[in-house]
């Protein structure tokens, strides 16, 4: 007995990827490990509570919005646009990579110990700027926001709070991501 199966089309990090294959009932962390090769994202809990599995949904609105590709069903994202943490550095030309501002950060604060949730994190993170870019905090409340944003990543080494110090750190020097008054 085989499993039926369907085609499937995703842009994932920018390439377009026609699956003609993928099992129905397929959950997506399974098509980006085994099907297209990207490793990045994490199996953890399995039944969605860890979050170090997030990929980024980019809308047709230019939002974007985290999902948790292991209990979301690749036929989910047929025809949409996704990121993965392969797709958050810049690679130029040349193949030399330039990190993004929150994976800097996430380095610089040595924020992480086994690295196993920090895919998770950084895509939640690169959410949140992404949202503040077009909705600027109060600088009063950058700290009530960067928890709400990240309080569903679990992490068992690190205690957060080098997570959230590295997140706070770059919303604060980002031009235009906090406002001040009331």
Not at 52 to 73: H, M, P, Y
Not at 123 to 147: C, F, I, M, W, Y
Not at 159 to 177: C, K, M, W
Request: with cysteine.
């Amino acid at each position: 007995m085989s499993l039926p199966t369907r085609k499937l089309t995703v842009i994932i990090n920018g390439q377009r990827h026609d699956l003609p294959a993928v099992p129905e009932g397929l959950m997506m962390i399974d098509v980006l490990h085994e099907m297209v090769g990207l490793t990045g994202s994490r199996l953890g809990c399995g039944i969605g509570i860890c979050h170090a599995c997030v990929a980024i949904w980019d809308k047709d609105d230019g939002t974007s919005e985290e999902v948790q590709t292991c209990i979301t069903g690749a036929d989910f994202f047929d025809g949409k646009r996704i990121r993965t943490i392969e797709g958050i550095a810049a690679t130029n030309d040349k193949g030399e990579v330039t990190l993004s501002p929150v994976q800097q950060a996430f380095l610089d604060q040595f924020s992480f110990q086994c690295g196993y949730c920090t895919p998770g994190f950084v895509n939640a993170a690169t959410v949140l700027l992404e949202r503040l870019k077009r909705a600027p905090v109060l600088r009063a409340e950058v700290e009530a926001t960067v928890s709400a944003a990240l309080e569903n990543h679990i992490c068992r080494c690190t205690g957060y709070v080098r997570y959230y110090q590295a997140v706070r750190d770059v919303i604060l020097a980002t031009p235009g991501l906090t406002r001040d008054g009331a």
